[in-house]
């Protein structure tokens, strides 16, 4: 083996990464460009089911692949994989169009030999060595199960060609730059909060500890829930987009009785990512054809027609993510809906965002708040809070996190690679 034949791979439930060493860089590991000189890339597969070689399993990986997905192109989209690891789930197969199947820990492998392929075309170095970031839990109060998780994916790693193997904890790896500053020990909050999932661990750093290569005891507590971007998303579009398609509104008084409320079940899956596919559907659109009934404007009954025939509802999705990170920039945004209708365009405000997002930003700092307490520390006990993932843009979640902590210092790293720039750090601690 040669001396840099090692790597770091930030396999993540939404975004994936893969740092190489590169002595010209302050940390001397630098990020691997993945797509379109990104340096992360979706973590999704989607399998064609349509053209030719389809025997061959033709397969588009991160942007390209959701791309496919929401342009209406035939195949399965793969996503969030590493959920199946320690489940039983990793041996059975999954259907994937035009009467082909593969196994999850079929697709885990193919993702990785990915990831290993770009960082080896990258350094013209085949690598050999790698360190993979793990969450504190793959399995929450089930070790045989965690073990079970963390050997299926060393199993994936070892396949694509990769003889050594090493793990770090990702909230550990997200804080190692931080620790890198301090000349005590000090108690961190890691927030990572990314699309599908607000994570939060108290970790212990310092001088005395960032030499250690088992670092397991520093994890003091960990916690989260499933409230991140995409619900965020979803409730920004129910609250300022789709009222024009008559979400919220109310349908013609009929024979004395009280107006009734559009239905709204419709609005709820159009405002859910990996539903709105299924919105395209023609007994779908039959349904919502019949719907005209339940409208007093038909106006509003005819965007919404045309947003399910037109398969505009990822689109719908798309702006109102950015009216989100607009508001928070400068506190209000405009959202352009002429694909939907000539002239038709909607004002998000500050208020209505803050209005909207509430009630989930309290739940997600009730959780960190509840991290703390597992860590049997108190909230002035936490030195610093150190923002990781991409919804850590959202600057209305991070001053509320920081309000909750008055005395800790707020940290903001990259957003969408701290966890692999960290986990490069550790790995050459290991081999260099």
């Given amino acids: ?103 999850f820990a079929d697709v885990i492998t193919g993702y990785l030999l990915r990831l290993k392929r770009s960082a080896e075309a990258h350094t013209g170095r085949t690598l050999k060595r790698v360190v993979l970031g793990r969450p504190v839990h793959f399995v929450d109060e089930d070790d045989a199960r965690d073990a079970q998780a963390q050997a299926a994916l060393e199993a994936a790693a070892r396949a694509v060609g990769f003889e050594s193997v090493g793990f770090q904890y990702e909230p550990l790896a997200a804080a190692f730059h931080y620790e890198a500053t301090v000349a005590d020990e000090q108690h961190v909050l890691v ?101 005209k009934v339940n409208f007093a404007n038909p106006v509003l009954h005819q965007r919404l027609l045309t947003v399910l025939t037109d398969h505009l509802g990822h689109d719908l999705l798309g702006r109102a993510e950015r009216a989100k990170i607009e508001v928070a920039d400068g506190g209000q945004a405009s959202i352009d809906l002429r694909l939907v209708e000539r002239g038709l365009q909607v004002t998000l405000e500050d208020a209505q965002a803050q209005a909207a997002l509430r ?24 030195d610093a809070l150190y923002f990781t993932g991409g919804s850590t843009g959202l600057r209305l979640l991070t001053d509320a996190l920081s309000a909750g902590f008055p005395a800790a210092r707020p940290v903001h790293g990259e957003r969408l690679a701290s966890v692999a720039t960290g986990l490069g750090l550790y790995a050459r601690r290991l081999w260099a």
């Fill in 1 to 103: 083996m040669t001396e840099e034949d090692f790597c770091a791979i930030d396999f993540g439930t939404s975004n994936s990464a893969i740092a190489v060493p590169d002595d010209a860089a302050p940390s001397g590991m630098t990020l691997v460009p993945l797509e379109n000189g990104q340096p992360t890339m979706p973590t999704s597969v989607f399998y064609l089911a349509e053209g030719p070689e389809l025997q061959n399993l033709p397969r588009l990986f991160g942007r390209a692949g959701i791309a496919a997905y929401t342009e209406g192109h035939e195949g399965r989209l793969m996503r969030s994989m590493k959920s199946v690891l320690g489940s039983s789930l990793m041996d059975q197969h999954t259907d994937i169009g035009a009467g082909r199947s593969v196994s």
């Fill in 191 to 291: 927030a990572d909060i990314g699309g599908g999932t607000s994570d939060f661990s108290v970790v212990r750093v310092g001088p005395a500890h960032r030499e250690r290569l088992d670092r397991r005891d520093d994890v003091l507590a960990n916690h989260g829930l499933h409230i991140a971007g995409t619900d965020f998303d979803r409730r920004v579009e129910l609250a300022s987009i789709l009222p024009e398609l008559g979400y919220g509104t109310f349908g013609p008084a009929i024979g004395g009785q009280p107006a009734r409320e559009v239905p709204s079940r419709i609005y709820f899956d159009l405002a859910t990512w990996h539903i709105v596919n299924t919105l395209y559907r023609p007994q779908r659109i039959a349904e919502v054809r019949a719907m």
């Fill in 359 to 382: 009630d989930d930003v309290a739940r997600i700092v009730a959780a960190a708040h509840e991290a703390v307490q597992m860590a049997g520390l108190a909230p002035e006990r936490i």
